[in-house]
């Protein structure tokens, strides 16, 4: 395509939870190399949304606070989930928001990128909460 045809198209990329790595070191390698591309498309005139999963992180956060509030010397309370998903967005977004930043700068696009922490408000009656299959964690 010519420039022309893509200057101001917007794209939606969904990254998975679980191509996000199984570490935060390995999570800042994925989103170097996801970057790359990211930073590609915005070079193109893209407007580029970016949203991620986040189950194997929320559930090392989930794990990590529940082995920790079991230690009467470490004091460190349960987290309710609903803050660990925050936390795992807030730290997934702020891996990713540099990543891109940073390619952008080495391609001379000097534009802001924004994290957004968001909520999705769900239906209590929705019928798959009586057989929840979605996992959280290492699966």
Do not use: W
């Not at 660990?84 to 990713?96: F, K, P, T, V, W």
């Not at 696009?109 to 957004?116: A, N, R, Y």
Request: charged share 25%; net charge negative; hydrophobic share 35%.
């Amino acid at each position: 395509m010519l420039q022309s045809e893509l200057d101001g198209k917007r794209v939606v990329v969904a990254l998975g939870g679980n191509a996000l790595g199984e570490t935060p070191g390995e999570q800042l390698k994925l989103l170097e190399n996801t970057s790359k591309n990211l930073a590609h498309m915005v070079k193109e005139g893209i407007n580029v949304v970016v949203t991620h999963g986040n189950g194997p992180q929320v559930g090392i956060i989930d794990e990590a606070f529940e082995v920790a509030s079991k230690d009467k010397d470490a004091q460190v309370p349960p987290m309710p989930l609903s803050d660990c998903n925050a936390m795992s967005q807030g730290y997934i977004g702020y891996d990713l928001q540099n990543a891109l930043r940073e390619e952008m700068l080495n391609r001379g696009i000097d534009e802001p990128v924004v994290t957004m922490v968001t909520q999705v408000e769900v239906d209590p009656n929705d019928p798959a909460f009586n057989d929840p299959s979605k996992p959280i964690g290492k699966f």
